[in-house]
């Protein structure tokens, strides 16, 4: 066996997880090329194929098997080491990688970090889908936003505050369905979801019992679509209030009768080794003052409920019988 390119091993890691070279090459940033050639580099120095091709795709050979959790094992200890670096970093330059939600991100993060890349220009920001995980790595991002608390006990966390949700529908649809009882859990009526709790994080629970009979019309990935599918009149769903009150929304109806929608915890955590970067430090507390500075327009009030209608007749013989 020859020496080892420890390297070779991110190359290696990539196509077992991904089964693919080109997926692998898009992850790691390089040429198609590459990986192959980093590969069989690897692959020479330790006297045996790794990896082999199936038709689902590359999977590992036995002696790829063998080594491949002491290859995530190397992978965990460089990122705990270049994390520790990191964490005594003053210099307010580098990447950030953030993870959160489709419309936190837009709606709620790009302003801030817009004005961030104003005062100190040579920190770069990427933003990234978060996924629906209690938990990350520092391989999936340095700082990740995400509704509900993270249960990983080797990250420091804060509460960045509530959002407020209701459940909407376009007049649209309203007209052609008419109001949904929620007594009877929207029966007769079309829901929209999201994916998973990045894209819908409404208490399960809860809109279950408010809309279990419901048909579900349609699950979106992003966000965007189940803003535009509830816009369009296909069917009702549950919104953050704020993004629905802005005045660059489509306009929706919020539904009465369901009573108050659960509030959405919103959280930020960090690595411990991490969070002392000057660079992730400035990225954080400006998150958290973006967030903070609008809070009423996160947690606007519970809309009032019209008092009931009552005819001149009805009235009289109400006031006769009292």
Request: proline share 6%.
């Amino acid at each position: 066996m020859g020496l080892v390119d420890w390297d070779d091993l991110r190359y290696f890691l990539a196509v077992a997880r991904s089964g693919s070279f080109s997926v692998a090459a898009r992850t790691l940033r390089v040429t198609q090329s590459t990986v192959g050639r980093r590969l069989a580099s690897l692959e020479a120095a330790m006297g045996a194929r790794l990896l082999c091709r199936t038709n689902e795709g590359y999977v590992p050979t036995t002696a790829g098997g063998a080594i491949l959790s002491h290859v995530e094992r190397v992978e965990s200890e460089t990122l705990a080491l270049v994390r520790a670096v990191q964490g005594y970093d003053s210099r307010l330059e580098g990447n950030v990688r953030v993870a959160a939600p489709d419309f936190v991100a837009s709606r709620l993060l790009v302003g801030a970090f817009s004005a961030l890349s104003v005062r100190h220009p040579k920190i770069s920001i990427e933003l990234i889908d978060n996924h629906d995980q209690p938990s990350f790595s520092a391989r999936d991002c340095d700082v990740s936003i995400r509704p509900g608390r993270f249960e990983q006990p080797d990250l420091i966390v804060r509460s960045l505050g509530r959002l407020s949700f209701g459940l909407y529908a376009s007049e649209g649809y309203l007209d052609q369905r008419g109001e949904p009882d929620f007594e009877a859990a929207c029966e007769g009526h079309r829901l929209i979801l999201g994916r998973d709790a990045m894209t819908n994080p409404v208490d399960a629970a809860w809109l279950q019992e408010m809309t279990g009979r419901a048909t579900v019309a349609l699950k979106a990935a992003g966000f965007e679509t189940l803003l535009g599918a509830i816009a369009s009149g296909y069917g009702i769903g549950a919104l953050p209030c704020f993004v629905t009150e802005s005045p660059t929304s489509p306009k929706l109806v919020r539904l009465r009768g369901c009573g108050p929608v659960p509030p959405v915890e919103l959280w930020l955590g960090v690595h411990r080794e991490t969070r002392g970067s000057a660079r992730v430090r400035q990225v954080i507390d400006a998150a958290a003052r973006a967030i903070a500075a609008r809070e009423r327009q996160l947690n606007p009030p519970e809309p009032e409920l019209a008092p009931p209608v009552v005819e001149p007749e009805a009235a009289a013989l109400f006031s006769e019988s009292v």
